[in-house]
C-alpha cells in the first residue's frame, strides 16, 4: 500500500528547539450545552479540550494525532485564538495572548496562520484567487512594495500555480491546487507559526505527498513553525520533530518523532502504532494488531480518572479513581499513565 510519506523525500533527524515560540499551559476550551425541554436548563459542557499543555520551538514541527473526536481540530483553533478558550494561558512569542482582542488580536494575526482541512470548503467561491490570497492585506492594512498584485502573484508562483490564473475562481481548480491556494494565503504575511488542521486528508496520495514537501520547504525557506494536526500517522511520521498524542481532550503522551514511533508508553499509542498500514505482507503478518473494544466515549461525560481506562487493555482499579499526571519518563518524553510499558509495535 502507498502512502504519501513514500513518496515524499527523506526528512532528517528530529532537530532540537531551545527557543521556545508557542507556550500553552492547562488549556481548556469547553462548549456550554442545555437540556432538551420547553424549559432551558444548563447540562453538563462538552469537554473538547480538557486540560492540555505543551510547547512549540522555533521552526518546529510538531504533530498532534488521535483519533476523530479527540480534540485536535478544536486545540488547533482555539490556541489561534478562532475559538475563545474556557481557561488556561497561550504565550506567543513571550507574549501571553489569552484574552487579548481587537487591533491587538488582528496583529497577533500576522504571526499566527492556519491551513484549512477542507481545501473546497474554505476558499469563498464568489471570489477570485487573487482576491483571496490578498485578503491578510487589506485585513491587516498592508501594501507590499511592488503592489499587491504583484505580491500575490509571486505566491502564487512560489505554491506552484500558474500566476495568469489570479483572476480564476476556486472551482476552477482542484483539490490540490485549492490547497495550495490556501499555503499561498496563509504564509502571505511571512508568520511565525502555521497550524495545519489535517491539510492533506481530503487529497489524493500522490497530491499530499507534493503539498507535504510544499510545506517543508517553505518552513526551511521562512523558518516556520508547524503544529501538524493529522491522523494519518504515516505522514506525521515524516513531517514531525515531535508528535503529541490526544485522546478525548487530553494528552496521553509526548515524544520526539523517533522516540515515539519506535518506543511508546502509552497503551494508546501502542494501539494507534498497530494500526498504521505495513507495505510488507510478511511484516503485517508477525506484527501485534492492537485492538480497542468499545467506542469513544462522551466527552461530555468522560469517564472517571483516567479517560482511556474503558478501553484500556491494562486498567486497573487505581484508574477509576486517579487521573494520571503526565510524567517525563526520560528528557523530552512524557507519558500520562500509571502503568506505561514500553513496547516495539511498528
Do not use: W
Amino acid at each position: 500500500m502507498s502512502t504519501a510519506a513514500d513518496k515524499t523525500v527523506d526528512r532528517p533527524a528530529p532537530r532540537k528547539h531551545p527557543e521556545t515560540l508557542l507556550r500553552v499551559t492547562d488549556l481548556r476550551k469547553h462548549f456550554p450545552q442545555k437540556k432538551p425541554g420547553i424549559i432551558a436548563r444548563a447540562d453538563a459542557p462538552v469537554k473538547a479540550v480538557d486540560g492540555i499543555s505543551f510547547e512549540i520551538g522555533r521552526g518546529e514541527t510538531v504533530g498532534l494525532v488521535g483519533e476523530s473526536g479527540c480534540g485536535k481540530s478544536t486545540a488547533g483553533r482555539t490556541l489561534l485564538r478562532l475559538l475563545e478558550p474556557t481557561s488556561g494561558t497561550i504565550e506567543f512569542a513571550g507574549q501571553d495572548v489569552t484574552h487579548v482582542g481587537g487591533g491587538e488580536l488582528r496583529r497577533l494575526r500576522r504571526g499566527m496562520q492556519m491551513i484549512f482541512q477542507d481545501p473546497y470548503g474554505s476558499l469563498n467561491p464568489r471570489h477570485t484567487v487573487g482576491k483571496i490570497i490578498a485578503a491578510p492585506y487589506a485585513i491587516q492594512g498592508i501594501t507590499p512594495e511592488g503592489g499587491v498584485r504583484t505580491a500575490v502573484q509571486e505566491l502564487m508562483e512560489r505554491v506552484g500555480l500558474n500566476p495568469e490564473h489570479y483572476n480564476r475562481y476556486p472551482h476552477e481548480f482542484s483539490g490540490g491546487q485549492r490547497q495550495r491556494i490556501g499555503v499561498a494565503r496563509a504564509i502571505a504575511l511571512k508568520p511565525q507559526l502555521i497550524v495545519c488542521d489535517e491539510p492533506v486528508s481530503a487529497l489524493d496520495v500522490s497530491i499530499q505527498a507534493q503539498v507535504i514537501n510544499l510545506l517543508e520547504d517553505i518552513q526551511d525557506e521562512q523558518k516556520l513553525a508547524y503544529m501538524f494536526v493529522a491522523h494519518d500517522l504515516s505522514v506525521v511520521r515524516h513531517i514531525s520533530d515531535r508528535v503529541i498524542v490526544m485522546y478525548l481532550g487530553k494528552v496521553m503522551e509526548v515524544a520526539d518523532r523517533d522516540t515515539l514511533y519506535e518506543a511508546p508508553l502509552h497503551p494508546y499509542t501502542h494501539a494507534l502504532l498497530s494500526a498504521v498500514p505495513v507495505p510488507d505482507p510478511r511484516r503485517a503478518a508477525e506484527r501485534e494488531r492492537i485492538l480497542l473494544f468499545g467506542d469513544l466515549p462522551s466527552p461530555q461525560h468522560p469517564p472517571s480518572g483516567c479517560v482511556f481506562r474503558t478501553r484500556c487493555p491494562k486498567a486497573q482499579e487505581v484508574c477509576a479513581v486517579e487521573m494520571p499526571v503526565p510524567v517525563e519518563i526520560v528528557p523530552g518524553h512524557q507519558v500520562a499513565c500509571h502503568f506505561p510499558e514500553k513496547r516495539t509495535v511498528v
